[in-house]
T-cell receptor, first 116, second 113 residues
Framework: EAGVAQSPRYKIIEKRQSVAFWCNPI?????LYWYQQILGQGPKLLIQ????????DSQLPKDRFSAERLKGVDSTLKIQPAKLEDSAVYLC??????????????FGPGTRLTVT | AQSVTQPDIHITVSEGASLELRCNYS??????LFWYVQSPGQGLQLLLK??????LVQGIKGFEAEFKRSQSSFNLRKPSVHWSDAAEYFC???????????FGKGTHLIIQP
């Protein structure tokens, strides 16, 4: 079974530029998450999708970050315009939660963003 | 507010020695608890998880963790570490179901030869 795929793996941009990250979850996984991991910290949830609907985006800086999950499969996270403090690893995860079953989140390798 | 605390930023252990990494949580109810490992340039890999039942849970790579409700703790242990265990370890919690995870800041494990 293929894991969670993310691209690109690395991205360097200047501040005020825009950038987009792509995630392809494990086949059949209805729930998709985007996390931000700043150097020296644990990952922080940015947004959670259930199929193509947003479940939780309370920690997403909506003035500059946006995300979508068209057709309930792939997802794109965009930053526009980027700030220096957006330098981080952006992790995508997916899970196959169905009702009361226990679940596990499977993480992709991440995209390392450097804003100069 | 929900939070997970890992008090130790760095821990150095000799190869073959035992290991314990600490994790404390603050949640409204008993959360679902997890330990993840992250090697350089790699994604997060789940070591073990606690949902309910037996408070001592076994995971992969010889790791185990014990849930102690009275101490709001979920410490990770391994009886004998190997050089390949050097990595960043994260404790995480959620409210259950498909809730997103709240992570601690991580503990960087260094293995001395």
């Amino acid at each position: 079974e293929a894991g969670v795929a993310q691209s690109p793996r690395y991205k360097i941009i200047e501040k005020r530029q825009s950038v987009a990250f792509w995630c392809n979850p494990i086949s059949g996984h209805a729930t998709l998450y985007w996390y931000q991991q700043i150097l020296g910290q644990g990952p922080k949830l940015l947004i959670q999708f259930q199929n193509n609907g947003v479940v939780d985006d309370s920690q997403l800086p909506k003035d500059r970050f946006s995300a979508e999950r068209l057709k309930g499969v792939d997802s794109t996270l965009k930053i526009q315009p980027a700030k220096l403090e957006d330098s981080a690893v952006y992790l995508c995860a997916s899970s196959s939660y169905r009702g009361r079953e226990t679940y596990e989140q499977y993480f992709g390798p991440g995209t390392r963003l450097t804003v100069t | 507010a929900q939070s997970v605390t890992q008090p130790d930023i760095h821990i150095t252990v000799s190869e073959g020695a035992s290991l314990e990494l600490r994790c404390n949580y603050s949640y409204g109810a008993t959360p679902y608890l997890f330990w993840y490992v992250q090697s350089p340039g790699q994604g997060l890999q789940l070591l073990l998880k606690y949902f309910s039942g037996d408070t001592l849970v076994q995971g992969i790579k010889g790791f185990e963790a014990e849930f102690k409700r009275s101490q709001s703790s979920f410490n990770l242990r391994k009886p004998s570490v190997h050089w390949s265990d050097a990595a960043e370890y994260f404790c995480a919690a959620s409210g259950g179901g498909a809730d997103g995870l709240t992570f601690g800041k991580g503990t960087h494990l260094i293995i001395q030869p």
